[in-house]
T-cell receptor, first 114, second 113 residues
Framework: EAGVAQSPRYKIIEKRQSVAFWCNPI?????LYWYQQILGQGPKLLIQ????????DSQLPKDRFSAERLKGVDSTLKIQPAKLEDSAVYLC????????????FGAGSRLTVL | GESVGLHLPTLSVQEGDNSIINCAYS??????FIWYKQESGKGPQFIID?????DKRQGQRVTVLLNKTVKHLSLQIAATQPGDSAVYFC????????????FGAGTRLFVKA
């Protein structure tokens, strides 16, 4: 089966600019996650969707980060305006349902904020 | 608060030797644990999991041990190969129905030829 697709793979922007990342999960996976992975650290959950509804966004910096999954399939994560500390890899993952527990990750989108 | 940590940030082993990667967790209510492997430029990849009602689970060349008394998890890799070089993360599901997966900081495994 096809894996989790993410784009772009790399993005360089200046602080205060905006950026958007796209994710296409594995077909049939109802649950979609966005994680932020800062260099040298483990992934940190930003937001979790079940179909097109938000399950958990408690760690999403809502003043600058937003995410949507309008049709319950693809998802977009946006940062506006970006800060230097947002430099990280943004990982998208999916699972069949919340109880499946095993996440399948995409390759990630590496963001550098100058 | 909830946290998952690792004892050693870097581990170097000789090819063919066994590797042991350790992890401590703090949430005694966690009911499910997973080990992920992350190679450079890739997302984490599932290796093996274990539920809290078990203390050992074996896969192909990998074994996970869970000691709930001291809240410790370990990943054993038998006959370590160069392809095992990666960062290994333990992750926990803290239970409570939220199905949240919390990752530790990771251990980088170097395999010397």
């Amino acid at each position: 089966e096809a894996g989790v697709a993410q784009s772009p793979r790399y993005k360089i922007i200046e602080k205060r600019q905006s950026v958007a990342f796209w994710c296409n999960p594995i077909s049939g996976h109802a649950t979609l996650y966005w994680y932020q992975q800062i260099l040298g650290q483990g992934p940190k959950l930003l937001i979790q969707f079940q179909n097109n509804g938000v399950v958990d966004d408690s760690q999403l910096p809502k003043d600058r980060f937003s995410a949507e999954r309008l049709k319950g399939v693809d998802s977009t994560l946006k940062i506006q305006p970006a800060k230097l500390e947002d430099s990280a890899v943004y990982l998208c993952a999916s699972s069949l349902n919340p109880g499946a527990n095993v996440l399948t990750f995409g390759a990630g989108s590496r963001l550098t904020v100058l | 608060g909830e946290s998952v940590g690792l004892h050693l940030p870097t581990l170097s082993v000789q090819e063919g030797d066994n590797s042991i990667i350790n992890c401590a967790y703090s949430n005694s209510a966690s009911d499910y644990f997973i080990w992920y492997k992350q190679e450079s430029g890739k997302g984490p990849q599932f290796i093996i999991d274990i539920r809290s009602n078990m203390d050992k689970r074996q896969g192909q060349r990998v074994t996970v041990l869970l000691n709930k008394t001291v809240k410790h998890l370990s990943l054993q890799i038998a006959a370590t190969q160069p392809g095992d070089s990666a960062v290994y993360f333990c992750a926990e599901n803290p239970g409570g129905g939220g199905f949240k997966t919390i990752f530790g900081a990771g251990t980088r495994l170097f395999v010397k030829a």
